[in-house]
Structure formats: structure tokens, C-alpha cells
């Protein structure tokens, strides 16, 4: 509907151990929907617009919020997603998303190696793609027909050795995908031409 969200990082470090937003004269967003992310990363809408999905990487999750048209205000999060350390590896965590033609959500897993396709009503994962690095950042569909599944990585946290196991991270990564992305909204309007 062309309304813009977003999440920030904190600034001021005297707000980095409140448990309760600043008062007027501090940190001021324009409107705060939820107070107690950690990093917040990954904002997609469903593709009726009446959802917003915010990965919250620290916590390992990625939530989905009712998206009411007018007010642009998100509210009634609840838990889509956690991250399984067991299964995807310690320290894992969900970083960047986008939302695919189906309405489902993919997923870059940092320090986890992989994308993951997650089920937006389910949560249920049922794809998998393996990168060969351990670090995947930020994902896009793009392409002549959108089904081309770009990853970026980065070398950011990696030990010399890991570097020396894995020498191509930092690379952007390229994959065909069964099922294509959508194309970019402009802020404020539909669909690019």
C-alpha cells in the first residue's frame, strides 16, 4: 500500500539496557511498534499486504505481525519461526528474508550455510538450499524470470582458518529456485514497470 516500515539499530547507548522506551528528548521513532528486538532484520509483507514478517536475529526468530491497512501500525505478533541450533548449527540465527510469488518466505541462516523456504502459515520448512560458505547475509529473487535465488555472504567473523576452509565467502552466490520472486514496489506506489 506504499507505506514505509523499518527497523534500526540503537545510537544512543543509554538506551541499549532500558526496559522501557526513552522519554520524550531521547530516542524517538516516528511510532514504536515493539520495544525489545534485539537486532531487527528481514521486513517482508504477505503478498495481501495484511502481514509484515520481522526477523529478530539475536533471538533466532522470525515473527509475523497483523498488518492493518490505515494506520500502518503492526500488532499481535506472533512466533513463525525459531531457529533449531541443533539442527542448523550453534549460533546459529535467521538474518535477511523475502516473501516468493506463493506468499512463503525465504530465509538466510547465518552461520548456519543455508536458505531456508518457510511455510508463512505453518512455519514448516520445505526447502533447503546449501551455501557453501557459512555466512549468508541478504537474499533476493531476481533474474529474467525471478526464480534466480541471489545470496550474499560475508568473510565478517570468520577465523583465518575458517577463511582458508571457506575462501569464497564474501562472494555472491546464485541459485535457480522452483518457485519465482516478485517484483519490487516502489515506496509509495505498485509494482516497478
Not at 39 to 63: C, E, I, Q, Y
Not at 67 to 83: A, C, I, Q, T
Not at 129 to 157: H, S
Request: glycine share 12%.
Amino acid at each position: 500500500d506504499g507505506q514505509a516500515s523499518a527497523g534500526c539499530y540503537r545510537t544512543d547507548p543509554s538506551v541499549l539496557t532500558a526496559s522501557e522506551p526513552p522519554a520524550a528528548g531521547g530516542y524517538q521513532p516516528t511510532r514504536l511498534f515493539e520495544w525489545g528486538v534485539k537486532v531487527g532484520n528481514g521486513l517482508s509483507f504477505t503478498l495481501d499486504g495484511r502481514a509484515m514478517h520481522v526477523t529478530d536475529s539475536p533471538t533466532r526468530t522470525l515473527w509475523q505481525y497483523e498488518y492493518p491497512s490505515g494506520d500502518g501500525l503492526p500488532r499481535n505478533g506472533r512466533k513463525l519461526f525459531e531457529v533449531d541450533p541443533a539442527v542448523l548449527g550453534e549460533g546459529s540465527f535467521v538474518d535477511g528474508t523475502i516473501v516468493d510469488s506463493e506468499g512463503h518466505l525465504w530465509c538466510s541462516i547465518f552461520k548456519g550455510g543455508r536458505i531456508l523456504r518457510v511455510n508463512a502459515s505453518t512455519g514448516a520448512i520445505d526447502t533447503v538450499v546449501d551455501v557453501p560458505v557459512a555466512n549468508p547475509t541478504c537474499i533476493c529473487l531476481g533474474g529474467k524470470d525471478l526464480d534466480t535465488l541471489f545470496i550474499t555472504t560475508t568473510r565478517r567473523v570468520l577465523t583465518d582458518e575458517e577463511l582458508q576452509q571457506m575462501p569464497t565467502s564474501g562472494s555472491i552466490f546464485t541459485v535457480k529456485v522452483p518457485v519465482p520472486g516478485l517484483p519490487e514496489c516502489i515506496f509509495g506506489g505498485g509494482p516497478q514497470a
